[in-house]
């Protein structure tokens, strides 16, 4: 539901989680300095040919993937961006070998984990990037090191921002889903999506088909099931795939469908990584009406054992998941 009122982000998180004091102080806290970096992130992006900072930063990530100078740049903004927050405990980044603990966080009592920068590889090409951010509470017990992962059951916020032809922050504190435009005159992300509802049914699918040879077999047979002609559930579907996740997954939260990263014979777990990535936008999917899981199992459900952990997902439109979830059971839809 598009909004008219564009209420500036900190006013909706006052207004909106002004029933819990403390709550609503912390995350207006965390999601202003998020909300914050994105302003820059957006300038930074929208600049980067000029600065010098397309291609290669010359390292891997603790993934091995190559790191690209957007990657080191928006982690360095992350890092900066939360010193000195004392609610946030412990920091978890995909371009971090470990998680950070953040100066004056010591007595913090969230977690925060977060992709500073959501396919990096469309970076030379002039294409959608993202940031994705999920907001954990921490475990009692611990400080430093001793500070224990984040589980699915844990979070409380999460969200991304999706840098595209304008710059749209979305977020969830359990209530809803809400998108806001970020106006850069006034330097203020605005409502303009109230109340975001996933479709339940949709007609775009989303993923890197490259790898379709190595998945399991009844995934074979969905793809032939979704690109078959049939008027009566209005197949077949069409295929919609941008290589960034956010910018993948907001279609489908938007017009409807669903986006796939299964497992394969050589990666089982999938590419993604659980507490960053796909346990984020699981929870917000969920408030939306969305569904997301890793074929077999609801991501949220899942138990956290390394930080940058792996795992398969399909997210997006409840009834067309629940397909998928059926032809990787059974080879067919129910």
Not at 53 to 78: H, P
Not at 94 to 123: F, M, Q
């Amino acid at each position: 539901m598009v909004g008219t009122d564009h209420l500036p982000l900190s006013r909706h998180v006052e207004m909106h989680l002004g029933g819990d004091g403390p709550f609503a102080a912390e995350m207006g806290t965390i999601l202003g300095r998020i909300a914050f970096i994105g302003r820059r992130l957006s300038h930074d992006i929208a600049r980067a040919p000029l600065l010098g900072r397309l291609g290669l930063a010359g390292g891997d990530n603790v993934s091995g993937e190559a790191q690209k100078k957007l990657d080191v740049v928006a982690n360095d903004l992350l890092v900066e961006g939360f010193s000195g927050i004392g609610s946030i405990a412990m920091i978890l980044s995909e371009e971090l070998d470990e998680p950070l603990l953040p100066d004056g966080g010591g007595g913090g009592a969230y977690v925060l984990c977060i992709d500073p920068i959501d396919g990096s590889s469309n970076t030379e090409i002039n294409g959608p990037l993202g940031t994705i951010f999920g907001i954990y509470r921490r475990r009692g017990g611990g400080a430093g090191a001793g500070i224990p992962l984040p589980q699915g059951s844990e979070i409380v916020a999460a969200g991304y921002i999706l840098y595209g032809p304008s710059t749209l922050l979305v977020y969830t504190a359990g209530d809803g889903v809400y998108g806001f435009t970020l106006d850069a005159g006034q330097g203020e992300f605005l409502l303009t999506h109230d109340r975001i509802r996933c479709p339940a049914k949709g007609r775009y699918y989303s993923a890197n088909l490259g790898g379709r040879r190595g998945w399991d077999l009844n995934l074979g047979r969905y793809l032939d099931w979704v690109t078959e002609k049939d008027p009566g559930t209005r197949r077949p579907y069409s295929l919609r795939y941008i290589g960034a996740l956010v910018a993948d997954l907001h279609r489908s939260l938007i017009e409807g469908g669903l986006y796939f990263y299964p497992g394969s014979a050589g990666k089982p777990d999938g590419k993604l990584r659980l507490l960053y990535e796909c346990a984020p936008l699981a929870f917000l999917t969920e408030q939306a009406g969305g569904r997301a899981s890793t074929g077999t199992r609801r991501i949220l459900e899942l138990e956290t054992h390394t930080a940058h952990q792996r795992c398969p997902l399909v997210i997006g439109s409840a009834d067309e998941v629940a397909i998928y979830e059926g032809f990787l059971k059974n080879g067919k839809p129910n």
